[in-house]
């Protein structure tokens, strides 16, 4: 499966983006979807995950609270609602897929899209 990221932009602290995750293929719905991020100097690190059906989610603790994931496999695509932004979301994110259940691991994501970055100005 192929994944592309977009969304990113440069936001005020306090404010709102959201990203989408565009997946191409027929089998979108078999695959858990991950956002992961990784801010300069870092290591990537697990924001958010959703299950195959959407039914479960999992958040950083982080951003529990402030950012939603959700899905609609009509659209292959997997989504991220983040409010009240603050400088050290400042990452790029990027989005992930593997098949079975939903991971919390870097290396448990078989596909990555490319990226796209957030920055929240203080």
């Known amino acids: 499966v192929q994944l592309q990221a977009s969304g990113g932009g440069l936001v005020q602290a306090g404010g709102s983006l959201r990203l989408s995750c565009a997946a191409s293929?027929?089998?979108?719905?078999?695959?858990?979807m991950g956002w992961f991020r990784q801010a300069p100097g870092k290591e990537r690190e697990f924001v958010s995950a959703?299950?195959?059906?959407?039914?479960?989610?999992y958040y950083a603790d982080s951003v529990k609270g402030r950012f939603a994931i959700s899905r609609d496999n009509a659209k292959n695509t997997v989504y991220l609602q983040m409010n009240s932004l603050k400088p050290e979301d400042t990452a790029v994110y990027y989005c992930?897929?593997?098949?079975?259940?939903?991971?919390?691991?870097?290396?448990?994501?078989?596909?990555w899209g490319q990226g796209t970055l957030v920055t929240v100005s203080s």
């Open positions: 992930a897929a593997r098949q079975g259940p939903v991971g919390v691991y870097v290396d448990e994501y078989d596909y």
């Open positions: 293929g027929r089998t979108f719905s078999a695959y858990a």
């Open positions: 959703i299950s195959w059906y959407g039914g479960n989610t």
